[in-house]
């Protein structure tokens, strides 16, 4: 089972005030959200005007509905992971959110430009956890040792909010970070850590449209200064992760809009081997 430890008031003999958490949604909003999330139709935003506890307290409501549609939690994912980012949705830290065995797709996915309402695709990474010893680490080469592969990974936000509702690091965070889906390439085995460490510290994700031009390009250090920092500031939050979860670490690159790809988008990520790139097909 996946564990992770929110913010949340804790019933022992006594009641916290109800305004203490007064931007949570309601059940009701989380399911009106949810419903429009499966429709692909705007909805308003999650915990407006709220705090980020707020926001933690309605992405947990968020998960556990959107379990029900998408499958169960296979792994987390860490948003807002540069500096311009976070200064762009006024926040201090990185945000959470979860990802879902049915939101992965397979390499050379298609799909309609039109997959979500505020479509967008981005170059991103997948760590995945080798075992348990993981949750002992405290740098990025201890956690390294326990990473099992990497996988290339375009991940599929989509914006969900309607025409003119706020868009800040409050409301996207309650909302899961914008999950929608994500093309999951090969996996690479981490057969020396240390190499693989530095090898995505170094490494430079570039991205093609359909006529092989490369319309964006970010080196690996884009990620709090290293990918796998993500994964440890995941941890700091309290996830405990499990083996075989998976880790998407964050925009490498700016996001795009379908349109921009020209009908077809292809990561590559240099440095990390010959054949380790990712495509989606729009139409």
């Known amino acids: 089972m996946k564990k992770i ?13 109800s305004s203490l958490f007064a931007a949570c949604a309601t059940d009701e909003e989380v399911a009106a959200f949810v419903e429009a999330h499966q429709s692909v139709q705007p909805t308003p935003a999650l915990s407006a005007g709220g705090t980020m506890e707020d926001a933690a307290c309605t992405a947990a409501k968020v998960r556990a509905a959107m379990e029900e549609k998408l499958g169960p939690v296979i792994g987390y994912k860490a948003g807002f992971t540069s ?4 200064e762009a949705f006024g926040v ?8 879902y065995r049915d939101m992965m797709l397979e390499d050379g996915a298609t799909l309609p430009e039109s997959f979500g309402v505020r479509p967008l695709f981005e170059a991103d990474l997948i760590l995945v956890v080798g075992d348990a010893a993981i949750n002992d ?14 996988h290339p990974f375009i991940e599929l936000p989509d914006g969900m909010y309607a025409e003119g509702e706020p868009m800040t690091g409050v409301t996207i965070a309650a ?3 914008g999950a929608r889906m994500g093309v999951l390439g090969a996996a690479i085995p981490v057969e020396d850590p240390a190499a693989m460490l530095e090898t995505l510290g170094s490494m430079v994700v570039t991205m093609e ?4 031009e490369e319309i964006a390009s970010a080196p690996g250090s884009v990620v709090l200064g290293h990918p796998v920092n993500s994964l440890l500031w ?10 075989g979860d998976l880790v998407s670490v964050g925009s490498i690159g700016p996001l795009m809009p379908p349109a921009k790809a020209g009908g077809k988008a292809t990561a590559t990520y240099v440095g990390l081997g010959d054949d380790a790139s990712v495509s989606v097909n729009f139409e």
Not at 137 to 150: F, G
């Open 137 to 150: 680490a405290e740098t990025a080469a201890e956690a390294m040792a326990h990473i099992s592969a990497v």
């Open 5 to 17: 430890f929110l913010a949340a008031p804790l019933a022992i003999g006594f009641s916290l005030p």
């Open 234 to 243: 995941l941890r700091s939050k309290g996830v405990e992760f499990q083996p």
């Open 209 to 212: 449209n359909a006529a092989g």
């Open 175 to 177: 909302n899961g970070v």
């Open 92 to 99: 201090s830290e990185p945000v959470m959110g979860v990802l």
């Open 83 to 86: 500096k311009p980012a976070m």
